[in-house]
């Protein structure tokens, strides 16, 4: 079974300043998704960015960014220039045939 | 229309009523999913369905019962629950099952009585 595994429940970052969130995962698999979803106090699962897994190149999308170190079964996202809206539940989740969740890393932004 | 719809978005209900969720979406996608979401922690898969069959059933006790009567709509009927299942339910939907994203929608905060 695919197993995800986010090592930091809590993280903080200085407003305007860079973070990065850590996530493992395992598989047998050649061809999945990857993702980091954000989850604000209202609950909804925003998505921040995907990650193809054939794809070497690492996707950006705007102030976010991954590392996909597809050998070494590793995805981190970056957070460039933090803002206070930032500040969420942050998932990593793989997907092939259905969705696994890591358990989450609480962001807090200060000002 | 890009939305994943989930009504109600609260529901308090007793332990011996049976009551049902219901959960949209217009965008063609033909994987649905439900997920339940305790307080701080991450979503846990209930069931899949894909092109209105059930693909995944992650062992879900019977007074959970899922209904997908047509590609656009998901439904999860509830029986008997227990105060334990008080948690937020989340339907996700995506274009097919294998190696697509999934759309989520607002979620319906249950509260067992």
């Known amino acids: 079974a695919q197993t995800v595994t986010q090592s930091q429940p809590e993280m903080s970052v200085q407003e305007a300043e860079t973070v990065t969130l850590s996530c493992t995962y395992d598989?047998?698999?050649?061809?999945?998704?990857l993702f980091w979803y954000k989850q604000p106090p209202s609950r909804q699962m925003i998505l921040v960015i995907r990650q193809e897994a054939y794809k070497q190149q690492n996707a950006t999308e705007n102030r976010f960014s991954v590392n996909f170190q597809k050998a070494a079964k590793s995805f981190s996202l970056k957070i460039s220039d933090s803002q206070l809206g930032d500040a969420a539940m942050y998932f990593c989740a793989y997907k092939r045939d259905d969705m696994r969740f890591g358990a989450g890393t609480r962001l807090t932004v200060k000002p | 229309d890009t939305e994943v719809t989930q009504t109600p978005k609260h529901l308090v209900m007793g332990m011996t009523n049976k009551k049902s969720l219901k959960c949209e979406q217009h965008m063609g996608h033909r994987a649905m999913y439900w997920y339940k979401q305790k307080a701080k922690k991450p979503p846990e898969l209930m069931f899949v369905?894909?092109?209105?069959?059930?693909?995944i059933n992650e062992s879900v006790p019977s007074r959970f019962s899922p209904e997908c009567p047509n590609s656009s709509l998901l439904n999860l009927h509830l029986h008997a629950l227990q105060p334990e299942d008080s948690a937020l339910y989340l339907c996700a939907s995506s274009p097919r099952q294998t190696n697509t994203e999934a759309f989520f929608g607002q979620g319906t905060r249950l509260t067992v009585v």
């Open positions: 369905y894909s092109y209105e069959k059930l693909s």
């Open positions: 598989t047998s698999e050649s061809d999945y998704y």
